[in-house]
């Protein structure tokens, strides 16, 4: 049986004490302080046999401790959507989303074509409240600007600013959960992580839609296909492996093996592409589905070295983001997914994948694919 620590844990100093607390599971404990030994350990799913071998007995007895506190729980009762949140309520990443010109003149367009004068729209994942504003300027009667950030307020004064605070009402919560006092035209969403699925917010969208949609009306993006090729040559691995070689006396392979099993996101030259990319899924926005499929490739060259995976985003009938290596750059890049550099194989290669959700954080991707002879799982994020 596997244990982590909750995702918002806050530790202080009582005295001789560590007082461990978490909002969202509203739990706090009073612990000796090598417990701090436990709650680091368990930042991953653990078990006790794990805690015994790697800590000791004794050290054992405070993790049945903090199981029995409610602060290491089963890893499929952990959301980490504190965590995450306070992810977006940062300056940095909205930088890089509002940066992303691609990113921003696809959606102005999608939303300009789309929202007419006098319609209800809801804005889903709002941030900085760029969709929403572009839904006001199109002529929307009144934009629901939803979100669960800290950085709400901001959204706010843009709005105030740009003289659209009458059309614009922004909402703090979830927007699986909200019920607005209409239902709405058109949702528009952009909530896309790493390989699309890495923020986990597609289930969020489709209980989303299902509470506050007209009937007949429309989900801006419409679709989204998934992208995978393999890699060519050795070059991305060994670049990917290079920041945790050994050096000074020190052994890093660990890191190595843990980097290996992670996805990468970085810019795949197009020409590193060992074939022709191959779609892996097209989901109909906003679908809840876990994908999965069968992809094959015909090599055109001698060695591969893992694969680039990237998505297409269908934002109506006729427009399309790309963010593939041949598309224009934006923030996502592509996401390298490192295997040991091998010979190509002789003939095609059919690799089965599946993409679903983290155990321990739903708001992470895990990849899970597997072709003759070979396998790998990788956590995106
Ligand atoms: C990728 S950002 C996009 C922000 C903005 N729409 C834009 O295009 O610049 C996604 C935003 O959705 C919010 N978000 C994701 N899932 C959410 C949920 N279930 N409920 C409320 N907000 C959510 C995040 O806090 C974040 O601000």
Not at 12 to 38: C, D, T
Request: glycine share 8%; net charge negative.
């Amino acid at each position: 049986v596997l244990h982590v620590r909750v995702a918002d844990l806050a530790l202080s100093f009582e005295g001789p004490f560590l007082l461990a607390r978490s909002q969202s599971v509203g739990k706090a404990a009073r612990l000796p302080p090598p417990a701090v030994a436990v709650l680091s350990f368990c930042a991953e799913p653990r078990s006790r046999a794990e805690v015994v071998a790697q800590l000791g007995t004794p050290l054992a007895g405070l993790y049945d401790g903090l199981v029995e506190a409610g602060l290491l729980v089963p890893p499929d009762k952990v959301r980490h959507t504190a965590a995450f949140f306070h992810n977006f309520a940062g300056i940095e990443i909205h930088r890089r989303m509002l940066g992303d010109t691609a990113r921003v003149a696809a959606y102005a367009r999608a939303i300009s074509a789309t929202v007419k004068p006098g319609m209800a729209v809801l804005d889903a994942g709002t941030g900085t409240g760029l969709l929403a504003l572009l839904a006001a300027r199109a002529g929307a009667r009144v934009v629901y600007a939803v979100d669960n950030s800290d950085l709400l307020p901001l959204a706010d004064e843009v709005a105030r600013a740009s003289g659209l605070d009458g059309v614009v009402k922004t909402l703090r919560g979830d927007f699986a959960q909200v019920r607005l006092p209409e239902p709405v035209d058109v949702i528009i969403t952009e909530t896309f992580g790493a390989f699309a699925l890495a923020e986990g917010s597609v289930p969020d969208l489709a209980a989303c839609v299902a509470h506050n949609l007209k009937p007949g009306g429309k989900v801006v993006p419409n679709g989204v296909v998934l992208r995978i090729a393999p890699v060519e040559g050795r070059d991305l691995w060994q670049e990917t492996q290079a920041a945790f070689e050994d050096r000074l006396g020190l052994l890093f392979g660990p890191l190595r093996q843990a980097a290996s099993a992670r996805g990468r996101v970085t810019d795949v030259p197009a020409d590193a592409l060992a074939a022709p990319p191959a779609t892996l899924a097209r989901l109909q926005y906003p679908s809840a589905d876990a994908p999965s499929g069968q992809v094959e490739f015909a090599f055109q060259a001698q060695e591969w070295c893992g694969f680039a995976a990237w998505f297409d985003v269908l934002l109506d009938d006729e427009l399309m983001l790309g963010t593939g290596p041949d598309a224009p750059p934006t923030h996502w890049r592509q996401v390298f997914l490192p295997v040991p550099p091998q010979p190509a194989p002789s003939g095609a290669l059919r690799v089965s994948m599946r993409l679903e959700p983290s155990a321990d954080d739903r708001r992470s991707l895990d990849v899970i694919a597997s072709w003759p002879g070979g396998g790998a799982r990788w956590r995106v994020r």
